[in-house]
């Protein structure tokens, strides 16, 4: 079995606010009760336990979470609601993972137990842009959300199509935009914008790394997160990515960081107060 991911890092900078929420982190495992669907992944990922997870968000001071289902897991979505369950719904929702033709029995049984979103990750080709419209009308009833993860170096061929959805829809990592672009002449930043003027769009802060070409800590990332500012403040959410799947156990990056990023970024203490606490609660219906 795969050793646990371990290890937290440095104390952040930023204090976080009571009600600070991570908008997008997975659990992993263990695959003797939660089983990896290996006809999804290229190879078992590392087991990332519900007690690291909430000892490093102990570490940030974030009180609340968001637990987006991994396509490790398949369409199995047991992972993500027990830890859901665990953490309680007064601290905690989920984005799902669910086939097409999933049906509104099941949409409600994953609703109660605090799913508020469906998520479609299609850097593998999981679901078709000419699906989205057919999910959207499968998920409006429930009030959910629609999450997109797609690669920002194309995002001038995908973004438009999310214009006339009738639900909304959150994009996942700054829309993985590519290292070294210029927020304010970019066209593919400028359609991002385009969209979140829309006010039917949301945007995660989130996976700084994968637009940075200085790396850690990823100053290279505020100018976006500063034209976003801009643009719609209420429509920005900050997710912290645990546990940063892509990368290797000793390569981990530091989740200080990825919290601190707003410092520079969203300079505006009151501007972190919504994007931190405000936004996650109206978008993921969490209690006042």
Not at 82 to 93: F, H, N, P, S
Not at 152 to 161: E, H, I, Y
Not at 162 to 187: E, S
Not at 242 to 260: Q, R
């Amino acid at each position: 079995m795969n050793q646990p991911v371990a290890g937290i890092g440095a104390k952040p900078r930023l204090q976080a606010p009571p009600k600070a929420c991570d908008c997008h982190s997975h659990i992993f495992g263990p695959p003797n009760k939660y089983p990896y669907d290996l006809r999804l992944v290229d190879k078992p990922p590392l087991d990332a336990s519900l007690e690291d997870y909430r000892a490093t968000l102990a570490h940030l001071g974030i009180e609340r979470s968001v637990i987006v289902h991994t396509i490790a897991h398949g369409f199995d979505n047991a992972r993500s609601i027990d830890a859901i369950g665990e953490i309680g719904l007064d601290k905690a929702r989920g984005v799902a993972i669910c086939p097409l033709d999933v049906s509104p029995d099941a949409l409600r049984a994953l609703h109660d137990a605090g799913m508020r979103g469906f998520r479609v990750s299609m850097l593998g080709g999981q679901a078709a842009l000419d699906n989205l419209h057919a999910i959207a009308r499968r998920i409006a009833p429930f009030g959910w959300h629609l999450q997109i993860q797609r690669d920002g170096a194309t995002a001038l061929d995908w973004l438009p199509r999310l214009h006339a959805l009738p639900v909304p829809v959150v994009i996942d990592h700054i829309a993985r935009m590519p290292p070294g672009i210029d927020p304010d002449r970019d066209p593919r930043f400028q359609a991002l914008l385009r969209l979140l003027e829309t006010g039917n769009a949301w945007l995660k802060l989130s996976g700084p790394y994968y637009g940075s070409a200085a790396g850690h800590p990823y100053a290279d990332i505020a100018p976006r997160l500063r034209a976003l500012v801009r643009c719609r403040p209420d429509r920005l959410v900050w997710a912290l990515n645990w546990p940063h799947p892509s990368f290797a156990a000793d390569k981990k990056p530091d989740a200080a960081a990825c919290l601190d990023m707003l410092l520079d970024g969203v300079p505006d203490s009151a501007t972190r107060h919504a994007i931190l606490v405000d936004n996650p609660a109206r978008l993921y219906d969490f209690p006042s």
